[in-house]
């Protein structure tokens, strides 16, 4: 088994919302969590068109409706479920997804490596 660490309680993002995370020690790249009902989808904080982080402000990853992940220095819009960018410049592109678990006492955890 992998070397994991954990990220937050899922009940610490609320539902519908997301939140920033710092990434494995030592990186400059940091990951977040879009939480959508009992699930949870993690991703590396970079666009795909120019490794920017996606906010502009802290835990700002969603457009305006919740419904899409949103780069804010392109605008380009990303499948919360998967990751896959649907407009934008790098349409056809998607977000680098991190394996994730809710343990039972509702603990998400990562790899320990994530987002290095």
Do not use: K
Request: proline content about 6%; glycine content about 14%; aromatic content about 6%.
């Amino acid at each position: 088994m992998t070397d994991e660490r954990r990220l937050c309680r899922l009940d610490e993002i609320p539902d519908g919302q997301a939140r920033g995370f710092p990434g494995a020690a030592g990186s400059f790249i940091g990951l977040f969590a879009v939480r959508r009902g009992g699930a949870v989808h993690v991703y590396v904080n970079s666009c795909p068109h120019v490794g920017v982080a996606l906010e502009m402000m802290p835990d700002r990853f969603l457009d305006g409706a919740g419904e899409h992940i949103l780069c804010a220095v392109h605008g380009a819009r990303f499948q919360v479920e998967d990751g896959f960018c649907i407009s934008g410049p790098c349409a056809g592109d998607s977000l680098e997804a991190v394996p994730a678990r809710i343990d039972a006492e509702g603990a998400v955890w990562v790899p320990a490596d994530a987002g290095a």
